[in-house]
Structures are given as C-alpha cells and as structure tokens.
C-alpha cells in the first residue's frame, strides 16, 4: 500500500497556494510526463477503480474500451493511469476504501488539481437481487472514538458529487434499453462509508440489493461480473462526462433557475420516499442520511422529557455535518431537508424538525422540488 498523505492535510481542502509536489514525491514516480503541469493547470476529473474489485475492473475497462484514452501519469506502488480530454482514471490494487486522500495525491503527483471524484465498486446485501447504485460518501454518525468498518473519518461527509442526482435518471434510461430491468435495480443508496476525499464525490456500484420478498438464481460475484452492467456503467460515464462530443450530465451551475437540493433524513439504506423525487428531472441530490445514520436515544427509556435538547445520541451532528458539505457542494443552492415522515416515531420527528429550524434548515415536501 502507498504511504498515506501527512494528516496535516488530509480532512481539509487543499490549500492552492501550497505546493502539492514535494508530498506527491512520497508516493508516485518523479518521471517526467506530458500531462504534469504547474498548479495553474484546467481542473481534471478522477474515475478510481481497483484490481482487486471485478466490479470495479469491469466498468474500467469497458470506459477504457471507448475512444480517445492514452497513457496517463507514470505511477508506482503497481498504480496505473489513462487520460481522455480532462478524465483521468487511476487503477490500483487495494480495497476501494482503502487509500485515502487520492484527490490531494494525484494534484501532488501531476499538477493537476482534482475537480471530483468518481469511485467504481461492488455493492454487496444480504440477498441476491442485482443491483446498479448511485451515492454519496461519508459517515457522519459516527462517534470520535468509534473505528469507521469501511473508511472514512468519525463524524466526516464529504462534498456529495452533484452528478448524483443527473447521473441516477441518466443510469436508469440506459439500463432500460440495455435489458438490466427489471432484473437489476437502479436505485441510491444512503450515505455511508470512506474512503476520505476532499472535493465532490460519488460511488457507482454493482451487486445485490438487499431484499426478504425475492429470491434469485445465482451469486453476488456473478453480478459483480456481468459485463452488460459494466458496459452501462461505462456508457454512464462516457455520456455523462461528455466524452462523445455531447455536453455532458450533471454539472452544477447553480444560477440556471433550478437551484434546489435535496437532503434526505430519514428511511431506508436504498432511500425509497427520497427516490420518488430523485427520479423527476431538474432535482439535486446532496447527502442522504439512512435511520441508521441518525442515532437518537429514546427519551422514554431515560424518564425524561422529550425535547431535542434531551435526545442523546450523534443525530445532530450527523445532520449538521450532512447538511454543511451539500452546502459546500452546491454553491448557490437552496438545501431543503426531506424527511421520511413514515420512518420517524412522533418524538424523533419532533425533535428533528425543532433542530433544522435552530439550524435554519428548510424542510421541503415532494412539490417544493419541481
């Protein structure tokens, strides 16, 4: 594994007037290369995949398949490199939240700043139903003193990627005409997990979707594989980022009368109330905290009054950190918190809906979307 980035920088932006190189020397080959530039160099977008992941190598190389791709950086630590216009895809051979700071370390590698980043991986459930999934990065519910499983920092969100949304109903008009559906399922997923990034971020996933009602033939690993849903994820990507000559899907403008985001509080892992606004054209999608993301102590057990300034548990700071990136994700946005209301026991909502008016977080019903 590479040597990580010194923890002075890592869990905070990257200062531009500091110079990256020096610190990228720890970790990627010196060689000259035409694409190393100076810190003024145009902002490129990273697709990392992993090696040690099929479904994360199958969308790669379906994405390297496509036209216009040639040699990128030389990296060393067995990491390799490809660029196409202003994408980079970064291969490496560890788990996928494994190596942390990746957006710092190629800025100090090459010169060249990081706008966002894109992680191709596996999605595995309880059950085998297939699925193709789309979500932010983060967990934010975590104590300080709590070891994350899969990545990450206590307590930390990272900027969600606002292609998420865009990107979503864009996977699912091309699942439809590929075959996946209705035998894959196109959906969010909830917030969770690392790896620690520090610009606007995304995973794209294959795999199960948990599910007690359906039973299928086959394994996780064979979904893991599928080379139709590699193919999709990849023609997602290409079309998305504009690669064919289009405009591409999903760029934040923010000043195009459209400015409303959604942060979702509230529900299941696979986000299902929040997917019946997602799934409309013109909505933003910021971070979506899951009932598990949202921890709160039952006031009944502890013989005291229910309010929200008595409701233990790290709610509230998984909220407040949620609601601060996809702020910071949307420059000029209006986030407006939309809560599960089914979810929620009448003294959680209560005290959820007191803490986002003492933050000044609007709350948005489906219509407030459109």
Do not use: C
């Amino acid at each position: 594994m590479l040597l990580s980035i010194p923890r002075a920088l890592a869990g905070t932006p990257p200062a531009r007037h500091i110079s990256l190189r020096v610190i990228g020397s720890a970790f990627f080959s010196s060689a000259p290369h035409p694409l190393r530039r100076t810190a003024a160099a145009a902002m490129v977008k990273l697709v990392v995949a992993t090696n040690a992941d099929p479904a994360s190598v199958g969308p790669a190389s379906a994405f390297l398949a496509m036209p216009g791709w040639n040699p990128g950086p030389s990296i060393s630590e067995g990491m390799e490199s490809f660029a196409n216009g202003d994408v980079r895809l970064l291969k490496h051979g560890e788990k996928i939240v494994a190596e942390d700071d990746l957006d710092l370390r190629w800025e100090a590698a090459t010169g060249e700043p990081v706008s966002e980043v894109i992680f191709l991986s596996r999605h595995t459930a309880v059950s085998n139903r297939p699925a193709l999934t789309v979500h932010p990065i983060g967990v934010p519910h975590l104590r300080e003193d709590e070891i994350p499983p899969q990545g990450g920092r206590p307590g930390w969100a990272s900027l969600p990627n606002p292609r998420i949304g865009p990107w979503l109903r864009l996977l699912r008009k091309i699942a439809h005409p590929k075959g996946l559906v209705p035998e894959f399922e196109v959906t969010l997923e909830a917030t969770h997990h690392g790896p620690i990034v520090h610009t606007p971020t995304m995973f794209l996933e294959i795999g199960a979707l948990k599910s007690s009602s359906l039973i299928l033939i086959g394994s996780t690993e064979e979904y893991w594989g599928r080379q139709d849903a590699a193919q999709a994820m990849a023609l997602l990507m290409w079309e998305g980022f504009g690669l064919g000559g289009g405009d591409g899907v999903g760029e934040w403008k923010g000043n195009d009368g459209k400015n409303k985001v959604l942060l979702g509080i509230g529900g299941g892992h696979y986000a299902p109330h929040h997917m019946d606004i997602v799934v409309k054209d013109g909505v933003w999608v910021g971070h979506l905290l899951s009932g598990y993301a949202l921890p709160m102590e039952d006031p009944n057990q502890q013989n005291i009054k229910s309010s929200d300034q008595t409701i233990g548990g790290t709610w509230k700071q998984s909220i407040k950190a949620s609601y601060e990136a996809t702020r910071a994700a949307f420059p000029g946005g209006e986030i407006l918190a939309h809560l599960d209301q089914k979810s929620f026991k009448g003294w959680q909502k209560n005290a959820i809906t007191s803490f986002l008016a003492e933050q000044k977080i609007k709350i948005g019903k489906p219509q407030d979307f459109f």
